[in-house]
């Protein structure tokens, strides 16, 4: 295989293979069905090959996730009415659920959305009232969001899939905006980088999440680094600093300091620079050779150039990393959404 050429046929296939069986390691991935879909749908998206898939029935299989209210008494439990990861959540067996631990996830709900929003679906088709208004509930005094209602770890990730949800709905009744950004706020470490909560070490995937929900939000312009003024309280040199910093000698980007390259960060630190208006100090031309160095034999992105096997995850996020360099042969990125840009679909 060509490490100089992005071999846009072998990474169909291999998409394509995934799209109708999942090799058995993704066995213990059961509960994140939705999320797998993710990765697939949107990356036949960026390589512009969504007539690879039949829309009417994904759609009908992505909203058969979507958990609803059995009666009118349900509506005061506390439940998260969104979309669960696994088997339909609206299953359910001698009158209780099917998968008693499958109840509606921020993440889910959130890779749900974006599936449905890249194949064009219209999201006035359905009603997501009730998904605002119990999503609402997830979050915490501090302004973070819990990802179930059973509650779990709070912190960047469900801030940004509240954020991300709230902005494909075209509807904000989900949350508090003014609580998310303070806690937000509170989440730039010393270094400039963001930590999943406060006071936690810089991370890369924490990062985006941070400065892609202020984007949607309406707090962070596209390319800010440029602008005269600026109205939140972000380090906003330091926070650039420490993402270019994130690009290694081998031309990849790390997490996090004293990391190797890694593929996704190509999109999560990228991504950073990319909203923030720095994208063009980075060595594109390092990255792209160590990006196509990540491709698969088998098709798809590896997490390392020296493993053998790819795997959904780093392969959608290689495709994202290239399509923020431009590589011929795949579409522009929606990059604070993380779904293909789509034409007319109102994003």
């Known amino acids: 295989m060509d490490p100089t050429t992005f071999d846009r046929e072998r990474h169909l296939a291999f998409l394509e293979r995934m799209l109708e069986r999942l090799p058995e390691d993704y066995e213990s991935q059961e509960i994140n069905r939705l999320t797998i879909a993710y990765f697939v749908i949107s990356s036949l998206a960026l390589l512009d090959a969504l007539d690879r898939v039949n829309k009417d029935q994904l759609v009908s299989w992505v909203l058969s996730f979507q958990l609803h209210p059995r009666n009118d008494s349900d509506l005061k439990n506390g439940q998260f009415y969104g979309f669960g990861g696994s088997a339909p959540a609206s299953t359910f067996i001698d009158d209780e659920p099917a998968s008693g631990n499958n109840c509606s996830h921020l993440a889910s709900t959130y890779c749900a959305l974006a599936i449905l929003k890249v194949v064009g679906y219209s999201f006035s088709d359905s009603n997501f009232e ?134 996704c960060y190509a999109f999560w630190v990228g991504g950073v620079l990319k909203l923030l208006g720095g994208y063009q100090f980075c060595n594109k031309e390092a990255l792209r050779s160590f990006l196509l160095s990540c491709q698969s034999k088998f098709g798809g992105f590896k997490k390392f150039p020296d493993i053998i096997y ?38």
């Open 130 to 263: 009730l998904t605002l208004v119990s999503m609402r509930e997830l979050q915490l005094p501090d302004g973070s969001f819990m990802p179930t209602h059973t509650g779990a770890e709070a912190d960047l990730r469900f801030i940004y899939c509240a954020v991300a949800i709230c902005f494909m709905l075209n509807n904000w009744t989900g949350m508090d905006k003014l609580k998310a950004r303070e806690y937000i706020l509170k989440c730039q470490s010393y270094d400039g980088g963001f930590g999943l909560v406060p006071g936690a070490e810089s991370h890369g995937g924490a990062t985006y999440c941070a400065v892609a929900a202020l984007h949607l939000m309406g707090y962070i312009e596209t390319g800010i680094i440029s602008k005269s003024s600026q109205t939140l309280a972000i380090d906003m040199p330091l926070l650039v600093e420490w993402s270019l910093q994130r690009q290694s000698v081998d031309g990849g980007f790390q997490g996090r300091a004293n990391k190797p390259s890694d593929t």
């Open 310 to 347: 790819p795997d959904l995850y780093h392969s959608f996020y290689g495709f994202s990393a290239l399509s923020l360099l431009q590589e011929p042969g795949l579409k522009p990125l929606q990059v604070e959404l993380g779904i293909p840009y789509i034409s007319g679909a109102g994003i």
